[in-house]
């Protein structure tokens, strides 16, 4: 167009808008291709053969009989990979399992075959020989006196514990006693703030197994090209990390791993740490020379991949009469499973809850996490908030109730404020907090719902209604955990005015590719239509760390903004330079150049970008950013600002309490988010709905049943999701806080909606029965028993170990 | 050895003569032998939804299904779907109201959707909700899916 043509542009944003997802309509067509979906020339079919005993040691496996099986190209067990590399946070875990199996869905062979139905026959033809040893299957008995050992050390040819070198891994070396990891924390003097406490509550609370049930099961397709370098299909939520870490377990250089990830069929946090069928499916298809693809079964999903941590969780808390917090005092008995992952490291988010939701004056927190022969856990939206916040939330209600105060004044006097450094030493640069808590009990008409469910408690009728609240503090701005927590940006624009936006940042169908583009098209006055994202291979784009930390828009906004404002700046230097006006009093709108106070246009943008490229000095216009948040690691004593920003919620619940039955209903969420700032609307809008659903199954419906080692319920008609029809009504809005670091203002929410709905749920529920319940889930069962007076009250005595 | 079967049926509008072992699953078919992707595995044990296609009209878990079972019937899957310009407004629906986040259920739920339009146009919101009760979704809670086949149905009102 001609710019003579062209009106005036005015001035118009993004930010806020409804923004349609840029995946979605491959999506909606069936054209998206996953892991599932994909096939590699010459590939591999593989399946993996788990344990049938919970503990036991392997006395023999024969695989002759399935590697003569016509179709098997390669049958590996321990013994084919006498290289391999214990795996996972504490490095106690090899992939395959030559000795010992130590849970139900131990590896112990795997083929790789021309189809998935002869890999799957070889399986049944191998012979594995076992001697049963005894089961731990509750972290109560594994820390009892003379437990069995999970990962004993091993002995020598004498019978004596061998002697290793310092460092050898735990997988190698074993542990003399079943404790995973220890956690504790302290600030203020708990004591004298006990002794200053007019009312004290202690109260056991028990969290349940849940699992992520990402609809697209978990697959992998790992090959080696001719000079051995490795290239992997994954589901990975952290490609970056996951790349160097690969390369460490195949004693090969990083830059010979590259990860590419096709769009994934859900992540949830269960895509961040390394299993054993991903290491597994590289040593086939190096001992195959050919590409091999793993793809899970759902039974085997619900078997082989992790879960939300359970815990056992004793809090004694206190407050003065006039409703002023005055300490917390926490000890957690974490069930690990057999093995270490993400699960374990869930305390250091606990800990801020306890530490820092609310202002209190004393924290005194512990929590061991013991080896059992249970599944073990990984990371889980909400990493461990979900279980801190319910006994948290509870404890809220109680200490009102205790000293006749409104729970909301009470939430209210103790709330954080913009400003505040907490014990831990989290500093709330941007808190709306407490209008997340007066809204969300406005729009929900809480204050007199929750009197008068209290007077209709004795009413006739089975029916009970009530209502409750529960808030929550989440990072919002990244979380400092590896050396790093930064995001790479890759920015190009074509001849066209067309941007390719390269960035770390990975989609999992949080919608990241859309806000991102969003962001950067706001800064270069272009429509979301003119950007392509790539954001799934190692071997272009640039480092980031991952999804996770309700980081991504976060950070990788902050970089894909500053490598936009580092081409915006040199398209406006080039436009005021050829039209010899002042760059300053230039702006980007509608694909134009334009003069910023009149919106009147000065050049079409793709027209210079073309002039830029086809003159003298033949210029493209690409930029990098690298963007690394303001926050600082966490001390040994688990104190410093390990997040740019903060994010806050409150969630009230309504429920209906059928008290014949036990079935609770949930009618109605009410949700304030405090998320800096609204950027795409649509989508904000749908990882809140998405996470309170999630939070509801948590609360009432899903309940991965472990009983001595073996999971009951593998599988979707017994491990009850929420449906369609159970949904409660949701009225979800939001508190601009604007947070000064956070792009155009906005902090992270995507693990917040999920967080307080079981604290909320219970609240309620006892808002509604004047029952208390402590453990999860609220299945009409445990409902039921609770309204009789029949449940036993969770009991776990305040513990740590010397 | 696996007995096979010859089978003839008309997918997406298209007459098929595949040979199919008697022991495969009309999903598997689907993908693995026709190549046709977009009905997904999520189970196979017609507990959630992703697998679900339209045989002679009416929605099926086609993982519950033998292969075989085709022989004779008209079948439409989500590519057929995908193809079919009366179902563009309910694949903009759910674009436009935010419905697709993985993306994994999706394609059962259009398919499941465009049954609810073709047999009860008017449906409301609650209906809606029963209609796609055997479709899971871990990801949107099911709202904007819902919002998104209400606007459809108001839409072809």
């Not at chain 1, 801020?352 to 609310?358: I, K, P, R, V």
């Not at chain 1, 009413?459 to 995001?487: F, N």
């Not at chain 1, 390269?502 to 429509?527: D, H, K, N």
């Not at chain 2, 694949?91 to 059962?108: M, S, Y």
Request: charge should be negative; aromatic fraction near 6%; hydrophobic fraction near 40%.
């Amino acid at each position: 167009m001609n710019v003579a043509e062209k009106p005036v542009i005015a001035a118009a944003s993004l930010i806020g808008q409804r923004i349609q997802k840029k995946d979605a309509p491959e999506k909606a067509a069936g054209k998206t291709r996953y892991i599932q979906d994909m096939v590699v020339p010459g590939m591999l079919h593989a399946k993996i053969l788990r344990s049938s005993r919970v503990h036991a040691k392997i006395k023999s496996i024969d695989t002759s009989a399935a590697k003569a099986l016509p179709g098997v190209h390669v049958v590996l067990t321990a013994a084919d990979v006498p290289d391999q590399q214990p795996i996972g946070v504490a490095r106690d875990h090899l992939p395959l399992k030559g000795e010992r199996v130590r849970s139900l869905r131990d590896e112990i062979a795997a083929v790789a075959a021309d189809s998935d139905e002869i890999a799957e026959a070889a399986l049944k033809l191998i012979r594995v020989e076992y001697e049963d040893l005894p089961v731990i299957a509750s972290p109560e008995d594994a820390i009892k006196p003379g437990a069995p050992l999970i990962h004993p050390t091993p002995l020598d040819a004498h019978g004596r514990p061998q002697s290793l070198p310092p460092k050898t891994p735990i997988a190698f070396a074993g542990k003399p006693d079943n404790i995973a990891m220890r956690f504790d924390y302290t600030h203020g003097d708990i004591a004298q703030a006990e002794a200053e406490s007019d009312v004290v509550v202690e109260d056991s609370f028990q969290l349940h197994y849940v699992t992520h049930c990402c609809m697209g099961v978990s697959g992998v397709i790992a090959e080696f090209d001719a000079s051995g370098n490795l290239l992997m299909y994954s589901n990975t939520q952290v490609p970056f990390l996951h790349k160097r870490e690969f390369a460490e377990y195949l004693n090969i250089d990083p830059s010979r791993v590259r990860i590419i990830q096709p769009p994934i069929g859900g992540g949830f946090g269960s895509k961040l740490d390394i299993y054993p069928f991903e290491v597994i499916c590289i040593f086939l298809a190096r001992a195959a020379k050919r590409p091999v693809k793993m793809v899970f079964t759902r039974e085997e999903e619900f078997l082989a991949s992790p879960t939300r941590q359970p815990v056992l969780l004793t809090l004694r808390s206190g407050c003065r009469k006039d409703g002023t917090l005055t300490f917390r005092q926490v000890h957690t008995l974490h069930d690990n499973g057999a093995y270490t992952s993400w699960g374990a490291t869930t305390p250091f988010v606990m800990m801020q809850t306890f530490s820092s939701l609310y202002r209190v004056p004393a924290c005194d927190y512990h929590t061991t996490v013991v080896y059992t022969n249970n599944p073990y856990a990984g990371s889980f939206r909400g990493y461990g908030n979900l279980q801190a916040t319910f006994a948290i939330e509870q404890h809220m209600d109680m200490l009102a109730e205790k000293i006749g105060m409104d729970p909301l004044d009470f939430r209210l006097k103790n709330a954080q404020d913009a400003g505040e450094v907490t014990g831990q030493g989290m500093t709330f640069k941007s808190c709306g907090f407490k209008e997340c808590i007066t809204t969300a009990a406005e729009r929900s008409d809480y204050r007199k719902k929750h009197a008068d469910n209290i007077a209709n408690r004795n009413a006739r009728g089975p029916v009970k209604r009530g209502i409750g609240i529960a808030s929550m503090l989440h990072v919002g701005g990244g979380a400092k955990i590896y050396p790093s927590d930064g995001c790479g940006t890759i920015l190009k624009l074509d001849d066209f005015a067309n941007v390719t936006l390269i960035t770390g940042a990975s989609e999992i169908g949080q919608g990241s590719e859309t806000v991102l583009s969003q962001l950067v098209c706001e800064e270069l006055g272009l429509p979301i239509s003119a950007v392509t994202v790539v954001n799934n291979d190692t071997a272009i784009t640039p480092w980031d760390v991952g999804v996770h930390a309700s980081r991504t828009t976060f950070i990788a906004g902050n970089s894909a903004i500053g490598a936009a404002r580092k081409a915006k700046a040199k398209i406006l230097a080039a436009a005021a330079k050829k039209h010899d006006c002042d760059e300053a009093a230039l702006d980007l709108r509608g694909g134009f150049v334009v003069v910023a106070e009149t919106g009147e246009p000065v050049v079409e943008l793709a027209r210079l970008m073309r002039n830029l490229h086809f003159s003298d000095k033949a210029e493209l216009v690409m930029t990098t950013f690298y963007y690394e948040p303001p926050s600082v690691h966490q001390d040994k004593a688990f104190k410093g600002d390990v997040s740019a920003a903060y994010a806050w919620a409150a969630q009230v619940v309504e429920v209906e309490v059928d008290t014949e039955t036990g079935i609770v209903k949930m009618t109605k969420v009410t949700g304030t988010h405090d998320v800096g700032r609204v950027l795409n609307r649509l989508g904000l809008e749908g990882q809140i709905e998405g996470g309170v659903v999630m939070g509801q199954g948590y609360a009432l419906t899903e309940n991965l049943i472990v009983e001595n080692g073996v999971t009951r319920n593998p599988n979707f008609r017994d491990y009850k999701l929420v449906t369609a029809p159970e949904i409660p009504e949701m009225d979800i809005t939001f508190v601009e806080s604007m947070d000064g670091e956070g792009p155009q203002g906005a902090k992270g929410v995507g693990e917040a909606p999920a967080i307080c709905i079981a604290a909320a749920a219970a609240n309620a529920i006892h808002n509604a029965t004047g029952v208390r319940i402590f453990g999860l889930p609220f299945t009409p069962e445990a409902v039921y028993r609770a309204l009789r007076g029949k449940s036993d009250k969770p009991h776990w005595p305040a513990w740590k170990p010397e | 050895m696996s007995l096979k079967h010859d089978i003839e049926f008309t997918l997406n509008g298209v007459r098929k003569r595949v040979t199919v072992d008697v022991a495969m699953t009309a999903l598997d078919m689907l993908r693995d032998v026709v190549g046709l992707t977009g009905t997904k595995y999520g189970c196979g044990e017609g507990e959630c939804g992703a697998c679900t296609i339209r045989v002679d009209g009416e929605t099926r878990n086609s993982c519950l299904m033998f292969a075989v079972d085709f022989d004779g019937r008209d079948i439409v899957t989500i590519e057929g779907l995908a193809a079919d310009p009366k179902a563009d407004a309910l694949r903009e629906a759910f674009v436009e109201h935010g419905a697709v986040q993985c993306g994994f259920c999706t394609p059962g739920m259009v398919m499941q959707a465009s049954h609810i339009l073709d047999t009860n146009p008017n449906a409301d919101a609650e209906t809606i909700k029963r209609g796609i009760e055997g479709n899971l979704c871990r990801c949107t809670g099911y709202k904007k899916i819902v919002d998104a086949v209400e606007s459809a149905c108001c839409g072809g009102r």
